[in-house]
């Protein structure tokens, strides 16, 4: 094969008369997803927080994601052809803040169980890193003063938040892959062209 026609072959799909040969193997390291899954989770969960200012119940207290949600295995159950049933208890990190002042903040982590089957051998560790909140909405349910700090408020929240859940079964491993060598950027073109490309699915 000619030096020209292995620099035409570039990322993407191959042209109608195919690829030509690769040139060479290669051992990359790269994550190898086992399995995984999705699922929309509803989550409502009560605390507390201590803000400045006048608050009155049934008013909101924003909050939003901070950080990634995280998993760790519980347990597993070997159910045959490769597969477990893995329980994983899943910590989800949130900020609440001070509808009166936004520099005032408190840290929370709500935590809840999950059990899923997925092929996921032994040694493969469950990720959710992925999942997002879908929404956050904090209520105040009850309102307290503070005898040491009588501008300071004690308030009991009702806080309901939807999770995508995104579960994925990852390992690190060398594989080994066909290769025409390293990518080589081609200059930019100004021609219109499908951009951005179709997004991946996500979670509704």
């Known amino acids: 094969m000619s030096e020209a026609k292995i620099a035409q072959v570039t990322p993407g799909e191959c042209p109608p008369e195919g690829c030509p040969p690769f040139t060479r193997i290669e051992c990359i390291a790269v994550d190898k997803i086992y399995d995984s899954c999705f699922q929309i989770h509803d989550l409502t969960r009560d605390t507390t927080v201590k803000f400045k200012n006048d608050f009155?119940?049934?008013?909101?207290?924003?909050?939003?994601?901070?950080?990634?949600?995280?998993?760790?295995?519980?347990?597993?159950?070997?159910?045959?052809?490769?597969?477990?049933?893995?329980?994983?208890?899943?910590?989800?990190?949130?900020?609440?803040?001070?509808?009166?002042?936004?520099?005032?903040?408190?840290?929370?982590?709500?935590?809840?169980?999950?059990?899923?089957?997925?092929?996921?051998?032994?040694?493969?560790?469950?990720?959710?890193?992925?999942?997002?909140?879908?929404?956050?909405?904090?209520?105040?349910?009850?309102?307290?003063?503070?005898?040491?700090?009588?501008?300071e408020k004690t308030l009991s929240l009702t806080c309901t938040l939807q999770i995508c859940l995104v579960l994925k079964c990852i390992l690190r491993v060398q594989l080994l892959v066909p290769s025409y060598g390293f990518c080589v950027p081609a200059p930019c073109v100004t021609l219109p062209g499908v951009c951005p490309p179709t997004p991946p699915a996500q979670c509704f």
């Not at 990634?68 to 989800?92: A, K, M, N, P």
């Not at 001070?98 to 997925?118: A, I, M, Q, S």
């Open 56 to 151: 009155e119940e049934g008013g909101v207290i924003p909050c939003a994601q901070n950080g990634d949600i995280e998993c760790q295995e519980v347990s597993r159950t070997d159910v045959g052809g490769g597969f477990f049933t893995i329980t994983v208890l899943v910590t989800v990190p949130i900020t609440l803040t001070n509808p009166n002042d936004p520099t005032e903040t408190e840290d929370k982590e709500f935590t809840f169980t999950k059990t899923v089957t997925l092929c996921c051998p032994e040694g493969v560790g469950p990720d959710c890193s992925e999942s997002i909140i879908n929404f956050c909405n904090c209520v105040i349910t009850d309102v307290s003063g503070g005898p040491s700090n009588p501008g």
